[in-house]
Each structure stands twice: as structure tokens, then as C-alpha cells.
């Protein structure tokens, strides 16, 4: 950590105070619409690994499943929540 502190404090000090800046500014800017986008699409992706797991049982046991999509969406969200609220 020493080392990245003095490579950073050159870099500042050779002139590129833009790049410094910069680098400032990602590390210390709130970003609250992309924390926001990617909880949502953790949520999206992680109910898509449990439709596929019931796809799966659902195939290996020759199961036709009536519900629609939208409510099986919803359980695996359900689940999603459930499983996080576990751990």
C-alpha cells in the first residue's frame, strides 16, 4: 500500500494533476444511480440462476409447469430475498 501511495504522489508530482483529478474524483463521488442499477441487475441475474435451476428439475423429472412466467420470475425473486436474509 506504501508503494501505490508514493507511485501516486510521483504521478501527481511529474506534471499529470488532470489524471490525479480525475482519479480523485471516481474514488470520492457519491454514485448512487449506478449503485442503484447494479443492485437491480444482481437481482434480475441472480433469479435467472434460480430459473434455470427449475428448468432443470423441471426437465430431469419430466414437469410441465403451468404458472406463468412473470410469477415464477417473482418466486425466484422471493427466493433471492429469502436465502440473502438467511445469511
Known sequence: MH???TFCCR??????GTHWDEIHNVLTQARSGL???SVILA???S?????A???GLNRAYDVRDSRSWWL?????IAYIFVVHSRF
Open 3 to 5: 508503494e501505490l501511495h
Open 35 to 37: 449503485l442503484t442499477i
Open 11 to 16: 504521478l501527481a508530482a511529474t506534471g499529470s
Open 47 to 51: 433469479s435467472s440462476g434460480v430459473e
Open 43 to 45: 437481482i434480475y441475474f
Open 72 to 76: 415464477l420470475r417473482l418466486e425466484s
Open 53 to 55: 435451476v427449475r428448468i
